[in-house]
């Protein structure tokens, strides 16, 4: 209230007290109440300043050397140091949100950036393999050491092959995770799915040795809404994955069942199994848990990111599953059952 205000009703009850109107004693009641009045005023205000400063200068100081680690972690990070980390900051629970998401996109930005210098590693090495090999014939037909017959063509058509199917895949691949793939869904049933993949592969698990059975006991009945080609492209790279990792002698199991309101296909092996720390990775491109064992087959080390991709774009899930090496694996393909 000002004080002009409050000196006025101040003066109002000095009279209803009984003193006299303009009396001595009145004006200087007044007046020490006014130097009063204004004295406390200053002196309140001084306080509520003085402490407003110091609450705001250690609330600056409070805060001043978490932002400052947090802008240096940025800029760390623009300059691609993706090791960078920033500690917790002490600071309340709003900076400590920021540090902590700040570690998680530092983190999530160091595995993109392992997994792109692998990659790149991976695919120059299958470049390099089919390269050697036609450079060394190409080098030797022009030097009439090697001849073109039967062998050296059959070798020249197997590694351009092989080129070929690289680009292929690196091509399908980034086809599928730009989203981009052309689906034709339509309802299939999953037994039939089933046992197409099945049929597809079953000449080459005969050769190989390894027992294919194809379970339809619980498919019976339940329908999805696919890309028939497509899907049958994912059970085929499953079942040919599987293939390669399991030895003569061994089970391989495709089957479905319903969950809730979806579809699981399963595709089991007794094989080699895969270790924990390769599970989180294994639908990574390139990305392979043995590289000297998987290099010796086929294929381009993509199949499985392809698998996720067309997967994903049929709004369902897979994911691996295994005890360790040895145990097994088991990988999982959840898609939405389709509603009658």
Known sequence: MPVVTTTSIFHQHL???????????????????????????????????LAAGIVTWLLTRRIRTPLSNLTHGARELSRGHYSTRVSDTGSGTELDTLADAF?????????IEDTRRRMLADLAHELRT?????????????????ALGPGSQAALTEQTDRLARLAEDIDE???AEEGRLSLLPEAVAVSDLLWN????????????????????TSAAGLTVDIDR???????????????????????VTVSARQVDDEIDITVTDTGEGITPDHLPHVFERFYRGDAARSRGHSGSGIGLTI??????AHHGTIRALSQGPG??????????????
Do not use: C, W
């Open 229 to 251: 080609q497509r899907l049958g492209q994912v059970l085929s790279n499953l079942l040919t994955n599987a293939l390669r990792h399991t030895p003569a002698g061994g089970i």
């Open 197 to 216: 993949a099945g049929e597809a592969v079953r000449d080459r698990y005969h050769d190989a040795g390894v027992n294919l059975a194809v379970d339809t």
């Open 307 to 312: 698998s996720k991709a067309i997967v994903d």
């Open 173 to 175: 691949v980034s086809t």
């Open 327 to 340: 145990q097994g694996a088991t990988f999982v393909v959840t898609l939405p059952r389709r509603q009658t």
């Open 103 to 111: 570690n998680l996109m530092a983190e999530r930005l160091q595995g």
């Open 15 to 49: 009279l209803e007290a009984g003193h006299a109107e303009n009396s001595p004693e009145l004006v200087h009641i007044e007046m020490a109440y006014r130097d009063a009045s204004f004295l406390a005023l200053g002196t309140g205000l001084t306080i509520s300043l």
């Open 130 to 146: 089919p390269i050697t090999t036609l450079t060394a014939y190409h080098d030797g037909l022009h030097d009439g050491v090697v």
